[in-house]
């Protein structure tokens, strides 16, 4: 079956480093995604990685190991604005997603 | 990036009613989707609207209750039937434009509650 792990929820305050970390299984896999979703809102694409390695975008950084079925988003400089649920989701088959629950991050002042 | 024009936003349902959601881009779209998300919670594939032919349900959605729609390339609709209190829910169109096979945009949603 399919199935995917990451943290319900996080706290943080303003200007730390904080890691989402996401493990997942499936038989299927093309790469992992990651998607920032205020409440309210629509999710937004963040990162997306198909092969091993770290992949940096600004303040954001997202990181897959295929061989462990894990990947980690990484932010910075953390701004109260970024207070939102995260999403992390594997491609288990061209252009389909399967997601995980969210992780909610609270940035605090 | 996209536009994604989704209506209406939310609406209250009596059970054993249909709705239809639509969903209308303002883009060169390859791909459609329509999503289902508990508030605070995940969000699971219902299918794949495919352009000018039934669409591709994922497991555990069948068409009968979740008719989809695809007449061109940016415009789909997705009927939930035959209503029920646990069809409440948060659905979503998602796309991906010509030029990214990686990167979905969505739609703000329709948040149904059904009594």
């Known amino acids: 079956g399919q199935s995917l792990e990451q943290p319900s929820e996080v706290t943080a305050v303003e200007g730390a480093i904080v890691q989402i970390n996401c493990t997942y299984q499936t038989s299927g896999f093309y790469g992992l995604s990651w998607y920032q979703q205020h409440d309210g809102g629509a999710p937004t694409f963040l990162s997306y990685?198909?092969?091993?390695g770290l992949e940096e975008t600004g303040r954001f950084s997202s990181f897959l190991s295929r061989s462990d079925s894990y990947g980690y988003l990484l932010l910075q400089e953390l701004q109260m604005k970024d207070s939102a649920s995260y999403f992390c989701?594997?491609?288990?088959?061209?252009?389909?997603?399967?997601f995980g629950s969210g992780t909610k991050l609270n940035v605090k002042p | 990036s996209a536009v994604i024009s989704q209506k209406p936003s939310r609406d209250i349902c009596q059970r054993g009613t249909s709705l239809t959601i639509q969903c209308q881009v303002d883009s060169q779209v390859t791909m459609m989707f329509w999503y289902r998300q508990q508030p605070g919670q995940s969000l699971t594939l219902i299918a794949t609207a495919n352009q000018g032919s039934e669409a591709t349900y994922e497991s555990g959605f069948v068409i009968d209750k979740f008719p989809i729609s695809r007449p061109n390339l940016t415009f789909s609709t997705l009927t939930v039937s035959n209503m029920s209190p646990e069809d409440s829910s948060i659905y979503l169109c998602?796309?991906?434009?010509?030029?990214?096979?990686?990167?979905?945009?969505f739609g703000q949603g329709t948040r149904l509650t059904v009594v």
């Open positions: 998602s796309v991906l434009l010509q030029g990214s096979y990686t990167e979905a945009f």
């Open positions: 990685n198909a092969l091993d």
């Open positions: 989701a594997f491609e288990y088959n061209f252009n389909k997603f399967y």
